[in-house]
């Protein structure tokens, strides 16, 4: 899940007047008339790149560490809402200091937000920072030197790679990964969403990534797909991005059925869910509608989630017992 993805209209246009940030003027685009225009708008995206410039404007009402704390904060209060015990939700640096805010205001922002949803709220999180990979390998690297001794210190548990993935394979960030890898950063990629199959293979020979993010096209290279289920590399899939980017026409085409019937490990997630009109469960009832799954698909889906986690052991113990609590009175 992307922080920046849960950025509400209506605190987007709440923020623009705040920092005195010029949006796009209604004449312009009818879509900045009201919260209410704007998200009709995000139910009318045509692919990633159409998202992806909605979604780079309403980044630009981030100015200040507390306009960073308010977004995550109002994301993790959604979150509990819904149920969720433990986050790792990704952020996006070079999005914000190529427009001059600092990389530590951003970071000391979300770092509030996420002691917050810990001490208030019971979730445990984790940052994940995400090189774009829409730009040159040099700028990943830049950021790198910059937000290495967070990777060290653990403030951040890894890096990821987003933006626009078609005609920006994963291979070129080899370099940057491998010393990412070196600080002790766990790796994970965007891979196999809108890009072909061979993506998510360049992203693991090539990057040494241990998760897939999206990824459901392995499904086009059945050898892959049973070498990472063997392997148990976790997917977040996140049904509702799929659809409303038009990846798939409607969920049931998603490879659920598929991932379950080959032992493949995966999550379901909201990817960026003020963009894609569905939080975490809209995601899960959305499955539920398409797939009528069972409590034990279901437990088998959860205990993968939680396994293939980059919580410590001792966490995932305890939610490993919430879960097995929940299932025993699902059966009762």
Same mark, same amino acid.
């Given at each position: 899940?992307?922080?920046?993805?849960?950025?509400a209209?209506s605190?987007?246009?709440t923020?623009?007047d705040?920092?005195?940030?010029?949006?796009?003027?209604?004449t312009?685009d009818p879509?900045?008339?009201?919260?209410?225009a704007?998200?009709?708008r995000?139910?009318r995206?045509?692919?990633?790149d159409?998202?992806?410039?909605y979604y780079?404007?309403?980044?630009?009402?981030?100015?200040h560490a507390?306009?960073f704390e308010a977004?995550?904060? =109002?994301?993790?209060?959604r979150?509990?809402?819904d149920?969720v015990v433990h986050?790792?939700?990704?952020f996006?640096?070079q999005?914000h200091?190529?427009?001059g805010?600092a990389?530590?205001?951003?970071? =000391?922002g979300?770092?509030?937000a996420?002691?917050r949803?810990?001490?208030e709220?019971?979730?445990s999180?984790k940052?994940?920072?995400?090189?774009?990979r829409?730009?040159?390998?040099?700028a990943?690297?830049?950021?790198?030197?910059e937000?290495?001794k967070?990777?060290?210190?653990?403030?951040l548990?890894?890096?990821?790679?987003?933006s626009?993935?078609k005609?920006f394979?994963?291979?070129p960030f080899r370099g940057?990964?491998?010393?990412?890898k070196a600080t002790?950063?766990r790796?994970t990629?965007?891979?196999g969403?809108e890009?072909p199959v061979q993506y998510?293979?360049?992203?693991l020979?090539?990057?040494?990534?241990?998760?897939?993010d999206?990824g %459901?096209?392995?499904v086009?290279d059945v050898g892959?797909?049973?070498?990472?289920?063997?392997?148990?590399l976790?997917?977040?899939v996140c049904?509702?991005?799929n659809v409303?980017?038009?990846a798939?026409?409607?969920?049931? =085409?998603?490879?659920i059925?598929?991932?379950?019937?080959?032992?493949v490990?995966?999550s379901?997630?909201?990817?960026?869910p003020?963009?894609f009109?569905?939080? %975490?469960?809209d995601?899960y009832?959305a499955?539920?509608e398409?797939?009528?799954l069972?409590v034990?698909e279901w437990?088998?889906?959860a205990r993968g989630?939680?396994?293939?986690?980059?919580?410590g052991e001792d966490?995932k113990?305890?939610i490993?017992?919430q879960?097995?609590e929940?299932?025993g009175?699902l059966h009762?």
């Amino acid at each position: 899940m992307h922080l920046e993805g849960s950025l509400a209209p209506s605190l987007l246009l709440t923020l623009a007047d705040q920092n005195d940030i010029v949006l796009p003027s209604p004449t312009e685009d009818p879509s900045y008339a009201s919260p209410t225009a704007l998200l009709d708008r995000y139910t009318r995206f045509t692919s990633l790149d159409d998202f992806l410039h909605y979604y780079y404007i309403g980044m630009s009402v981030l100015i200040h560490a507390q306009d960073f704390e308010a977004l995550a904060w =109002e994301y993790f209060v959604r979150a509990k809402a819904d149920g969720v015990v433990h986050a790792e939700v990704f952020f996006d640096p070079q999005a914000h200091t190529a427009r001059g805010v600092a990389y530590t205001t951003v970071v =000391e922002g979300f770092k509030k937000a996420c002691e917050r949803a810990e001490k208030e709220l019971s979730i445990s999180t984790k940052l994940i920072l995400c090189f774009l990979r829409h730009l040159p390998v040099g700028a990943a690297e830049d950021t790198f030197v910059e937000v290495r001794k967070d990777l060290e210190s653990g403030l951040l548990v890894g890096v990821g790679l987003d933006s626009s993935e078609k005609g920006f394979p994963p291979g070129p960030f080899r370099g940057v990964y491998k010393i990412a890898k070196a600080t002790g950063a766990r790796l994970t990629a965007h891979a196999g969403e809108e890009g072909p199959v061979q993506y998510i293979r360049e992203a693991l020979e090539e990057l040494d990534v241990e998760r897939i993010d999206h990824g %459901i096209h392995v499904v086009d290279d059945v050898g892959l797909m049973q070498e990472l289920a063997e392997r148990k590399l976790l997917f977040t899939v996140c049904p509702l991005s799929n659809v409303r980017l038009r990846a798939v026409k409607e969920i049931r =085409e998603l490879p659920i059925r598929t991932f379950l019937d080959e032992g493949v490990r995966f999550s379901l997630n909201s990817d960026d869910p003020a963009y894609f009109g569905g939080y %975490i469960l809209d995601n899960y009832c959305a499955v539920q509608e398409a797939f009528s799954l069972t409590v034990k698909e279901w437990e088998t889906i959860a205990r993968g989630a939680i396994e293939g986690s980059w919580c410590g052991e001792d966490r995932k113990k305890v939610i490993l017992e919430q879960l097995t609590e929940v299932v025993g009175k699902l059966h009762l």
